[in-house]
Each structure stands twice: as C-alpha cells, then as structure tokens.
C-alpha cells in the first residue's frame, strides 16, 4: 500500500470510533458503595477524593482513551518471523512486543500526542471497514508498577466501557456494552461492544500490561477491532492476533 493510502486508512479511522468528554475530577462521580465500604448505605459515606486516587482514574482514561485517537501512522519495514503459513511474527526489539498476524496485512508506525509509540496492523481490502488491531504505548508513573495500580480488571473494564458510553445522552450517542473481562498472566483481557446511532456495531478485543524499558514504566494498550458484517472474514483473525500478543 502506498504511504498516502496507509495515511488515508488511519486518519479516517480516527473518526470511526467515539471521542470520549474531557473527564473531570473524581469527586464529580459518584462512588459506588462497594468502593465507598463494604456492606454500608453509600449515603452515609464521606466521599473518597484522596489525591492519589484521582490522579489514578485520569490516568487510566488518558492513557486508555489514546488508543482511540492513533496519530498519522506511516508503512514500517516489518522485522518478522515465519510461524503458520498464513501468519507471520511481528518483532518490536525497541518497544520488546511482539505478535502474529497475517502474511497480507500492512503495517503501519506512528508517534505523538503524548503517545510513546503506535502500530498498527490491517488487511489492505478493510480500509473501508476499519477491520484492525493497533498497540498503542504511553508512558506511566513510577507509582504504576502493574495493572492492578489502576483497580482489578472487572473494575478496569467497567471503568473503560462506561466512558466511552453516551447512550444516556438526548439524543443518544455510542452505546457501549461490556461482555466479558479477565485477567491472565500479567494482562487484563477486555471484550466489548460499540455502536453508534445509524452505524454497524463494532466488536473490540483489548488486551492492556505494564512493562518497564529500563527507564519507566509503559502501559501497552493491543485493541482488535472488527465491524458486525466483517466478523465471518475477520473475526477469527483479529482473535487469535490479539491473543499472540507477547512481551519479549
């Protein structure tokens, strides 16, 4: 694919899902009462807005919520391995991933926006669709040593889908649906749902994990995404590259 067409595939992707409000500060959410305490009417909590918990839940939006805004990406000399015959290793050795994907797709590398690094892998023919998967790097605190720093994952992925969800709005905007989270080795796995009013629904599978470069901390944020009429041709795919996702 030529450099002006990869351009053209991420830049109108950008558009393809929502752009969350501006979030405020924790006090102007309500807590729910199994945060506020345990086995208590929320009413006769005092509410929490300790600093460092606030500084926790924008982090956790700022830096999950860039995923969804990928800067200009430009095509990337690819450093690969062969594994199945329909699917090649993508290596990253200066930002230590690496994944599995399919001998035809393109990819794409970018920076910026407060954003390490982006990469993004999609077949040619889904330009139209936005049929993709994207790993997405931000820089982290010395305070945010794991995933569990910004909550357990059923927290997490609650906290995540719930921002991005406008339904509730006059007249409606995306609505978002969480359909199931777990963490495994070192990685929340999160799966959910986004449509917006007139659209396909478009089914996301994330993958987030910290890892240190030696100097600081780094969320790392793998989004898989796919339209509801692509999910026949590439469903699957997407799956099993957001599942091959390895620190290396």
């Given at each position: 694919m030529a450099v002006a067409s990869s351009l053209q595939f991420i830049q109108s992707n950008n558009l393809l899902l929502p752009r969350p409000q501006p979030l405020n500060t924790l006090k102007d959410y309500k807590i729910s009462s199994a945060i506020c305490c345990k086995n208590a009417q929320i009413s006769s909590c005092a509410p929490i807005q300790d600093e460092a918990q606030i500084k926790r839940r924008e982090a956790l939006f700022q830096t999950v919520f860039a995923a969804f805004s990928l800067p200009s990406i430009v095509p990337l000399a690819i450093a690969e391995t062969a594994v199945a015959e329909e699917y090649r290793t993508y290596s990253d050795d200066v930002n230590k991933f690496k994944i599995s994907i399919p001998q035809d797709w393109e990819v794409g590398t970018g920076d910026g926006n407060g954003l390490k690094s982006v990469t993004a892998f999609y077949?040619?023919?889904?330009?139209?669709?936005?049929?993709?998967?994207?790993?997405?790097?931000?820089?982290?605190?010395?305070?945010?040593?794991?995933?569990?720093?910004?909550?357990?994952?059923?927290?997490?992925?609650?906290?995540?889908?719930?921002?991005?969800?406008?339904?509730?709005?006059?007249?409606?905007?995306?609505?978002?649906?969480?359909?199931?989270?777990?963490?495994?080795?070192?990685?929340?796995?999160?799966?959910?749902?986004?449509?917006?009013?007139?659209?396909?629904?478009?089914?996301?599978?994330?993958v987030l994990g910290v890892a240190n470069n030696g100097w600081y901390n780094r969320l790392y944020t793998l989004t898989g995404q796919f339209v509801e009429e692509d999910a026949e041709k590439y469903g699957s795919k997407i799956q099993k590259v957001v599942s091959s996702f390895r620190f290396i």
């Open positions: 077949p040619a023919e889904a330009s139209s669709s936005g049929s993709s998967v994207s790993v997405v790097i931000t820089g982290l605190g010395p305070d945010f040593t794991k995933l569990e720093s910004f909550g357990n994952v059923d927290a997490f992925a609650e906290n995540l889908v719930s921002g991005l969800d406008r339904s509730w709005q006059r007249p409606p905007g995306v609505k978002a649906v969480l359909l199931n989270s777990k963490s495994s080795k070192g990685f929340y796995f999160i799966e959910y749902t986004l449509k917006n009013p007139g659209e396909s629904e478009r089914h996301l599978f994330s």
